[in-house]
DNA sequence: ACTTACAAACAGTCAAGCCTGTTTTTTGAA
DNA sequence: TTCAAAAAACAGGCTTGACTGTTTGTAAGT
């Protein structure tokens, strides 16, 4: 009965450290930046040796690789999440650029402007990620697809609108960088863009079945 | 061995080896990427020895800081020359936004990619850049004024929807990278984009003495 | 016993910055 | 005008430091 964790089996240890060291490499690629990356300084956040970790990557692209697919699994999980609480309750379409907004801005788009110039240039490490990528666009594709089901909308113009939605979040959360203490002008961009999207999304005021749980999934 | 047996002056000599120095700098950035952008890569694409490069500049960060000015600064000469033009024949908003792809496509993203990273980690690197793209938004905000002013729309609002336009081709330009061979979704996205400028560019056709490009009412 | 999970030292590579030497241009006074 | 000293423009080697991949060693799990 190993409640507390004291003899863990090695599937556990195995599985715990593998987590820790690409939880450790997100964090530094989001805090330091892929360059200071380095395998050395993995480990040590992580908290284990430098040996652990390449017993469980091939090297240091291997564990970058395995790491943004981790985030971006999660990441796609939490917005399937959302949309079925939101499909569920009918939001506003104001809240789901508000999301994209804060999905992006919450480390992920960050996190992707550190590997996005490697894998341009690396085509060992963008094979690698491509699939990766694509699995993360279809999870998109699939939430805004649902949503156009519920809002009977255009399924293929909602996408549109949506991955419209998409690349400007990333357009400016690159500008952020550069263009730091403008608040106003991010909000202004939002806003201006919860107007239009407001335009494709009549959003019938289906909040009447608010209270209701899953009607209809696709 | 002279160009043209003349002597040159020390200003010369200076100005032509800087400028080979920031060209290749800027062509490495976007060939290889910022980790491959060094000081000795740089004076061999140049033709000059490293030493010349010490001589001309601090240091690694102050030629990629003074290449990135060099480039940006010539990015805003031509979208004003463009502006000029356009607004003496008066041209469809749609070329606005195809401009704007062309811009960032042709090179300027894809470097601003490679150092956007750097910028964000490296404090001393950020503050040398803030001032140039400062300058850059500025040039920008200027045209996106003068083209309010000729089509007789708000300065404001034509702002806003004109930086939406860029911060969408950026999102637009970073997603190339992952998903490569899709023109069909890059080109959907575009012209969902341009019907959307539109709405908010009347357009008058007071000077539409030339030749007019296709204006389809969607 | 045998495999897996980890630790730690090792070797090869390479860029950045520094420094010294060499050529070209400018300067200024006879 | 001449021409030598000063200054600027370049060339190239040396040192240090850090990272990656690899290998060897050890304890824990099956």
Request: glycine share 6%; net charge positive.
């Amino acid at each position: 009965m190993r409640v507390s964790g004291k003899r863990r089996s090695q599937k556990e240890r195995s599985a715990e450290t593998s987590a820790r060291l690409m939880n450790a490499t997100i964090d530094l690629l989001h805090d330091q930046g892929l360059a200071r990356t380095t395998t050395p300084e993995i480990a040590r956040m992580a908290g284990v040796s430098r040996g652990a970790l390449t017993h469980h990557f091939a090297g240091r692209e291997a564990i970058i690789s395995a790491s943004v697919a981790d985030m971006l699994g999660k990441a796609a999980r939490d917005l399937h999440r959302f949309a079925e609480d939101f499909m569920a309750r009918g939001g506003s379409s104001d809240e789901i650029v508000d999301y994209a907004w804060r999905m992006m801005d919450d480390r992920l788009f960050y996190v992707t402007m550190e590997y996005l110039p490697e894998a341009r240039h690396n085509p060992a490490f963008r094979a690698d990620l491509i699939p990766t990528v694509k699995e993360f666009h279809a999870g998109l594709d699939a939430v805004w697809t649902a949503l156009a089901a519920r809002a009977g909308t255009d399924p293929d113009h909602t996408r549109t609108v949506m991955n419209a939605t998409m690349c400007l979040v990333r357009g400016m959360i690159s500008q952020t960088v550069l263009r730091p203490n403008d608040p106003a002008y991010y909000e202004g961009l939002l806003g201006f863009w919860k107007q239009q999207v407001r335009q494709h999304f009549p959003m019938k005021p289906a909040a009447a079945l608010t209270g209701r749980r899953k009607t209809a999934t696709a």
